[in-house]
C-alpha cells in the first residue's frame, strides 16, 4: 500500500486594503482564523498548514499559530507559487489543498468528496470552487493540486499573475494537465449567486450571522447550512 501525504495549505495574512487584520479578528468567541481551521480539520487524513508570508505584518499570525499549536510556514508576499511550492517541497506533500483564510464556513464533507475524485481520476487539479463553475456558494469550495503540478507550474510559468495565483498557469495550460472539475457538486440546486466569504465588513456581518444562529455549529453540512442562509 503506497501512503500518501495529503495536506491543506491555508493561505491567511494581516493585510486587507477592504477589512485590516481581518484574519484575527473575533467571530462570534474566537478569531475567524481558527474557524476556518476547525472547518478544515474535517477533512479526512490531511494535517493543516497555515501558510502567510515573510513580512514583519505576519510576525503575529506565527506567533498566534505557535499559541493554538497549529502548524506554520513562511515565505514570499508576492510569489505565492513559490510558497506553496516550497511548503510542499518542506512537508514532502503529495496532494495540496488550497484554502484561503476568509472562508470559514468552506465546506469539508464535500472537500472529502472532491479528494476521493482527485485521487481516484489521478488529476493533477481539482476544484469545485465557484471560480470554475461550480454551483456553491463564493468561500465553500477549496482547490486541489499534486506536488507534480506545482511543480511544473513552478518551472515554466513566466508571467507576474502566474507568481501572485497558485492556480492560474494551470487554468491557463489546460492541456497540459489532467484536470477534474465538479461544477455541479453532489446535483445540488445552484447557489454559485450567495456570497459566503469575508473581504468587507459587509461580507463579515453576513457570516456573523449565521454563525450566531441557534441551528449552526462548527460540524454544520452544507445542506443545513443552505437553512440558515436562505
Given amino acids: 500500500m503506497i501512503l500518501v501525504n495529503n495536506f491543506v495549505f491555508l ?13 484575527l ?28 508570508s515573510n ?22 508576499e508576492e510569489n505565492v507559487l ?25 465546506e469539508p464533507y464535500l ?4 479528494l476521493k475524485k482527485h485521487i481516484e481520476y489521478k488529476a493533477d487539479y481539482s476544484s469545485n470552487k465557484s471560480e470554475i463553475g461550480s454551483n456553491l456558494p463564493d468561500g465553500l469550495g477549496i482547490e486541489i493540486f ?4 506545482l511543480k511544473i507550474s513552478m518551472e515554466k510559468s513566466t508571467q507576474e499573475h502566474h507568481f501572485e495565483h497558485v ?12 484536470i477534474y472539475k465538479d461544477a455541479n457538486v453532489a446535483e445540488l440546486i445552484d447557489k454559485s449567486n450567495i456570497r459566503l466569504t ?18 449552526f455549529n462548527i460540524n454544520i453540512n452544507y445542506k443545513n447550512l443552505m437553512e440558515i442562509v436562505k
Fill in 146 to 149: 499534486t506536488f507534480k503540478a
Fill in 198 to 215: 469575508v473581504d468587507t465588513p459587509e461580507d463579515f456581518e453576513v457570516v456573523e450571522n449565521i454563525f450566531n444562529n441557534k441551528a
Fill in 55 to 76: 513580512k514583519s505584518k505576519d510576525d503575529i499570525l506565527e506567533k498566534w499559530c505557535n499559541e493554538n499549536n497549529v502548524l506554520c510556514f513562511r515565505g514570499s
Fill in 82 to 106: 513559490e510558497r506553496y511550492y516550497q511548503a510542499s517541497e518542506f512537508y514532502k506533500a503529495d496532494n495540496i489543498i488550497r484554502a484561503t483564510g476568509d472562508n470559514p464556513l468552506v
Fill in 111 to 114: 472537500a472529502n468528496e472532491l
Fill in 25 to 52: 479578528k473575533t467571530l462570534k468567541d474566537k478569531p475567524l482564523i481558527m474557524y476556518v481551521i476547525e472547518r478544515l480539520k474535517l477533512i479526512n487524513d490531511c494535517k493543516v498548514v497555515l501558510l502567510t
Fill in 167 to 178: 492556480n492560474e498557469y494551470i487554468l491557463e495550460n489546460r492541456d497540459k494537465f489532467r
Fill in 11 to 23: 493561505q491567511a495574512r494581516m493585510g486587507s486594503s477592504r477589512l485590516p487584520g481581518k484574519t
